[in-house]
């Protein structure tokens, strides 16, 4: 009796096994690949390693630097000077804040890989970023760079010509009365609950419809950090 279809039951399945150690490699080497192209070397290099359940460390000196830091700015404008900066990092590595180039505080961050910060801004534009640093005192390049400005000042509201405390008009074609003023460009301006923005020279205008008698007229001008001015006039109007 011929061997020769043992012999060839034998091929196939190592020509079957084959096939598939091969395709095994190719999916690796793809999804390595992809890594490498995310997240650059030295942090791919980190993330294989938690991946496979490996300290990067272990009998090795880690000179691996930890994650790139990524700050998470809630609001660009504030008149507040204390700052809450959250962000995440690297799980227990140390991430020191930067606000123009002065290190303001470091922050240990927790295992779910999360952090949070605060510090005390300038008046101004403040340019604000972050490195981390891990226990082998590897240190990680500087995240990118948040400005926040700190505005304390309260705006200035001013009146067009003809505009005072209290204004009568006296005619059907004072009905429509146009409120003009000057305050900080680009706020908010309210009149009596109806709003518009400033021009880019701080200058707004607005035609108000007036009732016959008393009409009492809110303006408020509040700017992007949340200062605020409030001014009333006084319109008596007669037909």
């Known amino acids: 009796m011929s061997d020769?279809?043992?012999v060839s039951r034998l091929v196939k399945r190592e020509k079957q096994k084959?096939?598939?150690?091969t395709w095994i490699a190719v999916i690796l080497s793809t999804g390595l690949l992809v890594i490498f192209i995310l997240f650059g070397i030295p942090n791919a290099a980190r993330i294989i390693a938690l991946i496979a359940g490996s300290n990067p460390t272990s009998g090795l000196s880690d000179s691996i630097p930890p994650l790139v830091p990524v700050l998470q700015i809630a609001q660009r404008h504030t008149n507040q000077a204390e700052f809450t900066i959250r962000g995440i990092a690297?799980?227990?590595?140390?991430v020191i804040i930067v606000r123009n180039e002065?290190?303001?505080?470091?922050?240990?961050?927790g295992d779910d890989?999360?952090?949070?910060?605060?510090i005390e801004l300038e008046e101004g534009e403040n340019s604000i970023s972050a490195y981390s640093v891990d226990g082998a005192n590897n240190q990680s390049q500087p995240s990118k760079t948040e400005v926040v400005t700190l505005d304390t000042k309260i705006p200035e509201l001013t009146f067009g010509e003809g505009i005072s405390a209290e204004v009568s008009a006296v005619g059907k074609d004072k009905q429509y009365f146009t409120i003009t003023g000057q305050t900080k460009p680009g706020a908010k301006v309210t009149i009596?609950?109806?709003?518009?923005f400033a021009k880019a020279d701080g200058s707004f205008s607005y035609r108000y419809r007036l009732n016959e008698g008393d009409n009492?007229?809110?303006?408020?001008a509040e700017d992007k950090a949340g200062n605020r001015v409030e001014q009333s006039i006084l319109i008596k109007f007669r037909p």
């Open 90 to 94: 690297e799980a227990k590595s140390q």
């Open 113 to 118: 890989g999360i952090f949070e910060s605060s």
């Open 18 to 21: 084959l096939i598939k150690q």
């Open 216 to 220: 009492q007229i809110k303006i408020i």
């Open 102 to 109: 002065l290190e303001l505080d470091s922050v240990t961050v």
């Open 4 to 6: 020769r279809p043992v």
């Open 192 to 196: 009596n609950e109806r709003f518009l």
